[in-house]
């Protein structure tokens, strides 16, 4: 009643009735402080927290019931809730003290926990988050793209673009509204499972990607086909000191400034990316979870981000449980909040903590109001509270419709790289009649990667249907290695290598199985190995099917760096797959068929062998001074390398001009001729280096790459443009800066010095 009194005097002194946050034609700010005004701090404190699907709290009980297990409280990864089931979380969401889902993996279930959102007191609609990583494939029935690993092979970011485009709009069909991606960590240690996930390498390539990939899921953040993007992890948690997820990372402010960060930065300059997730790792002694120097400091300070922080998995809980910087959880949500996090991913103690906190006078309310604005803000640009549900009829016409596949096609065609061939590719049909077929993958939906869940077998093209559909005169022989490369039978592989003598070809499918509803897959999020060595079986698979006489060759399908150097050696033939999506079976064998001309390009350098992990192309001068007496020191397969069924040469580098200014810029002209006698795509690179500069630079950069489509016979002139930004580095003050002197250009078609034209010009 107080409140009514204050509310009606305030009113009229004011002369104006408080804002209507329904009211869709006011202004997203002011429709936020509208609403901010006439919330309860449970109701606030409710936006910062997110849960489980109530379907996934379903079956897990269930799960529990039927084995009639007690599961540990602190199972996280089952997302478990004691005492809690789905019928509270309904309750829960009615009364306003949820937020947000994460993993609703269908339609109907998004728009009934939205209903039950839309009767709380103020009707705030929920935001879904996903793993929408390579399409919407966590959920059924989606379009389900190559991984990121491999879709960076392309240096196609308009095809980056596209697919996160046509994922918004899938996504928006299950209304599902934040997707948690793009990732855009660089990934350099082939041991940490989710290399998949990333764009490789190199940190223009992934910012590149990035970038374009922010685009396509959210437009302008303002109609039906948009979805908030998340860049994460905030940061390096593929630079681990083991190669372990979550392990701890212990990189220099240099190093994290010139390789991890850019990504993120471009993300927020370029193209505001919405939302951000912190890492689960530590960086040089501070769990990025309580890093106010990562969230506030460099991200809102420096970056200028204006979205909102989600935590990831349970990590805030693990300041206290894991990293021990927190004596209690209590402990934990504070430090992490105080450090700028603003949602919490799923957990049930943080909701009561959080208020308690704020109820004793720890974290100030007006704290709490800055990350329910940022909330808020996303959830009314989304159009929301407008349209809190989908249509179902309508979302099943867009989901998986013709334009969606046919871009996974193609993205897969873009995205399989053939790093050796001696001339027995493209496959002669009339010379290989009878092909033997083999290895894990060969015929399962292991294709698919990280990310996704099983899809109809329709939907989904393995390797040997799509053998069987582009070479329906060939005979395929199929020996099946099962799905698990570390479970193979050792008669199998004795099977293949017998029938390998009666065949007139071998292709041995290698790699690791990484579709996530795999049990016992061995690649992906938490699958983390001490060496890139085949795993299982594969090796000896290989060499023995290869030495039935048979030409062998052979295909990799795997979201990491395996070391094939004994294949490499020994093999005619070799393509590297990654994780091609829903049909990369039919772009592998239209590779080997050539009914494609491959084009793409390395994203991560592949080592010899475990020795090698962490080899990655932009090394420090000193990095070879002392060579490895016990093997070749460089890697099998460099950053961007790969091969094409026609050649291409470089020809005719030459600079716009010789000097420059710290603010000029220099335009790169090359010209690339098609020698060969097929059409093709060649992926032009532009790497820098500074030859002499006052702290070491690496040996060669990537500044820019450019896809060239040529005609057989055909020459274009390509051109870059060299912009201060990409002459600029840290100096010993850590201030960005261009220094004076010469600087090398060098123009080709991998990041070996082989195949690049070098130029030079001066900084005065
Ligand atoms: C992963 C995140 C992911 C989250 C939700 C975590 O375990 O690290 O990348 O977004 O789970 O699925």
């Given at each position: 009643m107080k409140n009514l009194i204050l509310l009606a005097v305030v009113v009229a002194m004011c002369g104006c009735a408080p804002k209507d946050y329904k009211d869709a034609t006011l202004p997203v700010e002011e429709r936020v402080e509208a609403l901010l005004s006439q919330m309860t701090l449970e109701e606030k404190v409710g936006q910062m927290s997110q849960y489980c699907g109530v379907e996934h709290v379903r079956v897990r009980d269930m799960r529990i019931a039927q084995k009639r297990k007690k599961i540990?409280?602190?199972?996280?990864?089952?997302?478990?809730?004691?005492?809690?089931?789905?019928?509270?979380?309904?309750?829960?969401?009615?009364?306003?003290?949820?937020?947000?889902?994460?993993?609703?993996?269908?339609?109907?279930?998004?728009?009934?926990?939205?209903?039950?959102?839309?009767?709380?007191?103020?009707?705030?609609?929920?935001?879904?988050?996903?793993?929408?990583?390579?399409?919407?494939?966590?959920?059924?029935?989606?379009?389900?793209?190559?991984?990121?690993?491999?879709?960076?092979?392309?240096?196609?970011?308009?095809?980056?673009?596209?697919?996160?485009?046509?994922?918004?709009?899938?996504?928006?069909?299950?209304?599902?509204?934040?997707?948690?991606?793009?990732?855009?960590?660089?990934?350099?240690?082939?041991?940490?499972?989710?290399?998949?996930?990333?764009?490789?390498?190199d940190t223009y390539l992934v910012g590149s990607m990035g970038v374009a990939s922010v685009k396509g899921y959210q437009g302008n953040l303002d109609s039906q086909d948009d979805v908030l993007a998340c860049i994460k992890h905030l940061i390096a948690g593929s630079q681990s000191v083991n190669g372990s997820n979550a392990a701890p990372t212990d990189v220099s402010e240099r190093t994290l400034r010139e390789v991890f960060l850019p990504p993120y930065e471009r993300c927020l300059t370029e193209v505001k990316a919405g939302s951000l997730m912190t890492a689960h790792n530590e960086i040089s002694g501070i769990p990025c979870h309580a890093s106010k120097w990562l969230m506030e400091d460099v991200m809102r300070g420096e970056c200028g981000f204006e979205g909102f922080v989600v935590s990831?998995?349970?990590?805030?809980?693990?300041?206290?449980?894991?990293?021990?910087?927190?004596?209690?959880?209590?402990?934990?949500?504070y430090q992490?909040?105080?450090?700028?996090?603003?949602?919490?991913?799923?957990?049930?103690?943080?909701?009561?903590?959080?208020?308690?906190?704020?109820?004793?006078?720890?974290?100030?309310?007006?704290?709490?109001?800055?990350?329910?604005?940022?909330?808020?803000?996303?959830?009314?640009?989304?159009?929301?509270?407008?349209?809190?549900y989908a249509d179902v009829e309508q979302g099943a016409k867009v989901r998986l419709c013709e334009e969606h596949r046919q871009t996974a096609l193609e993205a897969a065609r873009q995205s399989i790289v053939l790093v050796k061939n001696d001339g027995i590719l493209p496959l002669d049909v009339r010379k290989y009649k009878r092909v033997m077929v083999t290895g894990v993958n060969a015929d399962d939906q292991g294709i698919l990667g990280d990310w996704s869940s099983k899809q109809r077998p329709e939907n989904v093209t393995t390797i040997l249907e799509g053998l069987r559909e582009v070479a329906p005169q060939t005979e395929f022989v199929f020996v099946n290695q099962g799905v698990y490369p570390n479970k193979m039978k050792q008669e199998k592989v004795d099977e293949a290598v017998r029938k390998a003598r009666t065949a007139d070809l071998n292709i041995v499918v290698v790699g690791e199985q990484g579709a996530r509803y795999m049990k016992g897959r061995t690649c992906g999020e938490n699958r983390d190995r001490a060496n890139i060595e085949l795993l299982g079986l594969q090796e000896e698979l290989v060499r023995r099917v290869a030495a039935s006489g048979k030409p062998t060759i052979m295909v990799v399908v795997a979201g990491r760096p395996q070391n094939v150097e004994w294949a490499d050696e020994n093999l005619p033939a070799i393509l590297y797959a990654w994780e091609p999506g829903m049909y990369g079976g039919q772009a592998v064998a239209e590779i080997l068929y050539g009914k494609v001309n491959p084009s793409a390009k390395?994203?991560?350098?592949?080592?010899?062998?475990?020795?090698?992990?962490?080899?990655?192309?932009?090394?420090?001068?000193?990095?070879?001074?002392?060579?490895?007496?016990?093997?070749?020191?460089y890697p099998l397969y460099h950053f961007g390398y790969g091969l094409s069924y026609t050649t291409f040469e470089y020809s005719d580098l030459s600079l716009s001009t010789e000097k420059i200014s710290a603010d000029g810029t220099v335009d790169?002209?090359?010209?690339?001729?098609?020698?060969?006698?097929?059409?093709?795509?060649?992926?032009?690179?532009?790497?820098?280096?500074?030859?002499?500069?006052?702290?070491?630079?690496?040996?060669?950069?990537?500044?820019?790459?450019?896809?060239?489509?040529?005609?057989?016979?055909?020459?274009?002139?390509?051109?870059?443009?060299?912009?201060?930004?990409?002459?600029?580095?840290?100096?010993?003050?850590?201030?960005?800066?261009?220094?004076?002197?010469?600087?090398?250009?060098?123009?080709?078609?991998?990041?070996?010095?082989?195949?690049l034209m070098t130029a030079s010009f001066v900084v005065e």
């Amino acid at each position: 009643m107080k409140n009514l009194i204050l509310l009606a005097v305030v009113v009229a002194m004011c002369g104006c009735a408080p804002k209507d946050y329904k009211d869709a034609t006011l202004p997203v700010e002011e429709r936020v402080e509208a609403l901010l005004s006439q919330m309860t701090l449970e109701e606030k404190v409710g936006q910062m927290s997110q849960y489980c699907g109530v379907e996934h709290v379903r079956v897990r009980d269930m799960r529990i019931a039927q084995k009639r297990k007690k599961i540990a409280a602190n199972d996280d990864a089952n997302a478990y809730y004691p005492g809690i089931n789905a019928d509270t979380l309904l309750r829960w969401t009615e009364e306003g003290k949820i937020g947000s889902y994460l993993h609703v993996l269908t339609v109907e279930e998004a728009n009934m926990l939205q209903e039950h959102a839309m009767r709380s007191r103020l009707g705030i609609p929920l935001i879904f988050g996903i793993d929408a990583i390579h399409g919407n494939a966590l959920a059924p029935d989606n379009t389900n793209y190559p991984t990121n690993i491999g879709l960076a092979c392309s240096f196609n970011p308009d095809m980056a673009y596209k697919i996160a485009r046509q994922t918004a709009k899938e996504m928006r069909a299950m209304n599902m509204h934040w997707t948690f991606n793009p990732n855009v960590d660089v990934a350099r240690d082939g041991r940490w499972g989710r290399c998949g996930e990333t764009y490789g390498e190199d940190t223009y390539l992934v910012g590149s990607m990035g970038v374009a990939s922010v685009k396509g899921y959210q437009g302008n953040l303002d109609s039906q086909d948009d979805v908030l993007a998340c860049i994460k992890h905030l940061i390096a948690g593929s630079q681990s000191v083991n190669g372990s997820n979550a392990a701890p990372t212990d990189v220099s402010e240099r190093t994290l400034r010139e390789v991890f960060l850019p990504p993120y930065e471009r993300c927020l300059t370029e193209v505001k990316a919405g939302s951000l997730m912190t890492a689960h790792n530590e960086i040089s002694g501070i769990p990025c979870h309580a890093s106010k120097w990562l969230m506030e400091d460099v991200m809102r300070g420096e970056c200028g981000f204006e979205g909102f922080v989600v935590s990831d998995w349970m990590d805030i809980e693990r300041l206290h449980n894991l990293h021990a910087v927190a004596e209690n959880r209590k402990e934990a949500f504070y430090q992490s909040i105080m450090a700028g996090m603003d949602m919490h991913m799923h957990g049930i103690y943080w909701f009561d903590e959080v208020i308690e906190l704020v109820r004793e006078g720890r974290i100030p309310e007006s704290r709490i109001d800055e990350s329910v604005r940022r909330i808020l803000t996303a959830k009314f640009r989304l159009g929301l509270f407008e349209n809190p549900y989908a249509d179902v009829e309508q979302g099943a016409k867009v989901r998986l419709c013709e334009e969606h596949r046919q871009t996974a096609l193609e993205a897969a065609r873009q995205s399989i790289v053939l790093v050796k061939n001696d001339g027995i590719l493209p496959l002669d049909v009339r010379k290989y009649k009878r092909v033997m077929v083999t290895g894990v993958n060969a015929d399962d939906q292991g294709i698919l990667g990280d990310w996704s869940s099983k899809q109809r077998p329709e939907n989904v093209t393995t390797i040997l249907e799509g053998l069987r559909e582009v070479a329906p005169q060939t005979e395929f022989v199929f020996v099946n290695q099962g799905v698990y490369p570390n479970k193979m039978k050792q008669e199998k592989v004795d099977e293949a290598v017998r029938k390998a003598r009666t065949a007139d070809l071998n292709i041995v499918v290698v790699g690791e199985q990484g579709a996530r509803y795999m049990k016992g897959r061995t690649c992906g999020e938490n699958r983390d190995r001490a060496n890139i060595e085949l795993l299982g079986l594969q090796e000896e698979l290989v060499r023995r099917v290869a030495a039935s006489g048979k030409p062998t060759i052979m295909v990799v399908v795997a979201g990491r760096p395996q070391n094939v150097e004994w294949a490499d050696e020994n093999l005619p033939a070799i393509l590297y797959a990654w994780e091609p999506g829903m049909y990369g079976g039919q772009a592998v064998a239209e590779i080997l068929y050539g009914k494609v001309n491959p084009s793409a390009k390395m994203s991560m350098t592949i080592p010899r062998g475990s020795g090698q992990i962490g080899v990655y192309y932009n090394y420090k001068p000193s990095h070879y001074f002392h060579k490895y007496l016990d093997q070749n020191p460089y890697p099998l397969y460099h950053f961007g390398y790969g091969l094409s069924y026609t050649t291409f040469e470089y020809s005719d580098l030459s600079l716009s001009t010789e000097k420059i200014s710290a603010d000029g810029t220099v335009d790169v002209e090359v010209t690339i001729t098609n020698t060969g006698e097929r059409d093709g795509v060649e992926i032009a690179q532009l790497y820098i280096r500074d030859c002499y500069s006052s702290v070491t630079r690496p040996v060669k950069e990537l500044k820019d790459f450019a896809r060239v489509e040529l005609k057989a016979g055909e020459s274009k002139l390509v051109k870059f443009t060299i912009t201060p930004d990409k002459l600029q580095f840290y100096n010993a003050d850590m201030q960005r800066i261009v220094e004076p002197g010469e600087f090398k250009v060098m123009v080709g078609s991998s990041s070996r010095d082989e195949d690049l034209m070098t130029a030079s010009f001066v900084v005065e």
